[in-house]
C-alpha cells in the first residue's frame, strides 16, 4: 500500500454543491439564502443563541434550581475494602469508616456494595448497603440496621 494509492470509501465523498449557475439548477440567483437579511450576506456569521441584540434567552432567565453535589458528598466502598477494619472492631458506622481513613473525613453518606469476598462478624449501623452485602454480611452472623 503506497500512500498515492489511498482512496476514500465509495460514496464517502460528495461532489461540491455548486450554487448560483441559473435556474434550471434550483439554487440560482440568491443561491437558496432567500432575499436581503445577515444570514444572506458573504460573512453574515453570529453566534449560537444570538437574538439580534436582544437580550438572550439564557441571560433572561433566572439562576436556580442547581444543588452542587460537592454539597453531599456520597462516597462507595467494596464488600472488600472493610477487610482493612481492625480485628477488634465489631461495630462499623460512618464515624469509623472516616477514622481508619476508608472514606473522605468530608464525607456524608457511604453505600457498601458486594465486590471482592469478606469473611468476619460485623455490625453494620447507619450505612447504606446493597443487598448483595446484607446477604453477606448476614451469612457471616453479623447485622446491618
Known amino acids: 500500500m503506497y500512500l498515492n494509492s489511498i482512496k476514500p470509501a465509495v460514496g464517502a465523498r460528495r461532489n461540491k454543491l455548486r450554487v ?3 435556474i434550471g439548477s ?4 440568491t443561491c437558496g439564502r432567500g432575499h436581503k437579511g445577515q444570514k444572506s450576506r458573504a460573512g453574515g456569521f453570529h453566534k449560537v443563541g444570538f437574538e439580534g441584540g436582544q437580550m438572550p434567552i439564557q441571560r433572561r ?4 434550581g442547581f444543588v452542587s453535589l460537592n454539597k453531599y458528598k456520597f462516597s462507595k ?3 472488600s475494602d472493610l477487610n482493612f477494619i481492625p480485628t477488634n472492631e465489631s461495630n462499623l458506622d460512618l464515624l469509623k469508616l472516616k477514622k481508619i481513613n476508608l472514606v473522605s473525613h468530608k464525607t456524608k453518606k457511604v453505600k457498601i456494595y ?3 469476598g469478606f469473611n468476619r462478624n460485623i455490625n453494620i449501623s447507619g450505612i447504606s448497603v ?7 454480611i448476614e451469612s457471616t452472623g453479623g ?3
Open 20 to 22: 448560483g449557475r441559473g
Open 26 to 29: 434550483g439554487l440560482g440567483k
Open 61 to 64: 432567565l433566572p439562576k436556580r
Open 77 to 79: 466502598i467494596r464488600l
Open 114 to 116: 458486594l465486590s471482592g
Open 130 to 136: 446493597s443487598a448483595g452485602v446484607k446477604k453477606a
Open 143 to 145: 447485622s446491618v440496621i
